[in-house]
């Protein structure tokens, strides 16, 4: 996507992530973007989902509720030829959040910085099945927004600055399986 423009509704709304912030959140990620199933959530402009594609995701689900942003996030899409990999809902997060009905692998976040419900979605996010375990979560938020350390089974891994802005990277723990495990002794 590098060097690709986006186009973005004219709105006081739709602040979208930085060239250096999107580089840095990907530069921490890594590979682990690769063949993934990727959720960007509060999608703006789709910036982070179409870099994710473009880095190698396997597909992209955008969230977005505003009128203008979800049109300018398909015009991008079909301006750079993913149209075919991407899905595009128009909706508000959180209602996206209980109707979605598969996990993904990596999960990115950008809410308005002004969104006071951020806990609510990462608790959404920790307690449902959205997110694979072992999967990521990278959330982006104003340096004022505090966020937990912990979100049910979401563990916080890391967490940059970059000027105003904060990134907090969670991973979901794998959940312990229920079964017993054969101690490998004969039964007699």
């Known amino acids: 996507m590098k060097g690709a423009a986006l186009k973005a509704p004219r709105d006081a709304h739709t602040r979208p992530t930085s060239d250096k912030v999107r580089q ?4 921490v990620i890594g590979s682990a973007v690769v063949d993934s199933r990727v959720l960007d959530l509060y999608a703006g402009t789709g910036a982070l989902g179409i870099e994710a594609l473009s880095r190698g995701a396997e597909t992209a689900d955008f969230v977005e509720a505003r009128s203008a942003a979800w049109r300018a996030i398909e015009a991008n899409v079909c301006s750079l030829g993913m ?3 991407a899905t ?4 508000p997060v959180m209602k996206a959040l209980s109707r979605l009905d598969r996990a ?3 999960i990115l976040a950008d809410p308005p910085y002004a969104d006071r419900d951020i806990e609510g979605m990462m608790e959404s996010l920790a307690s449902g099945d ?6 990521l979560v990278v959330l982006e938020h104003g340096k ?3 966020t937990q350390s912990e979100y049910g089974s979401l563990r916080r891994w890391q967490l940059k600055r970059y000027g105003d ?3 907090s990277f969670y991973r979901r723990a794998f959940q312990p399986s229920a079964e017993p495990t ?4 004969e039964r007699g």
Not at 130 to 135: L, M, T
């Open 24 to 27: 840095a959140i990907f530069d």
């Open 83 to 85: 149209q075919s990999r």
């Open 88 to 91: 595009i809902w128009r909706m």
């Open 104 to 106: 993904f692998d990596l």
């Open 130 to 135: 959205v997110v694979e375990p072992g999967g």
């Open 144 to 146: 004022r927004i505090e």
């Open 165 to 167: 802005s904060m990134v």
């Open 182 to 185: 054969d101690s490998g002794k």
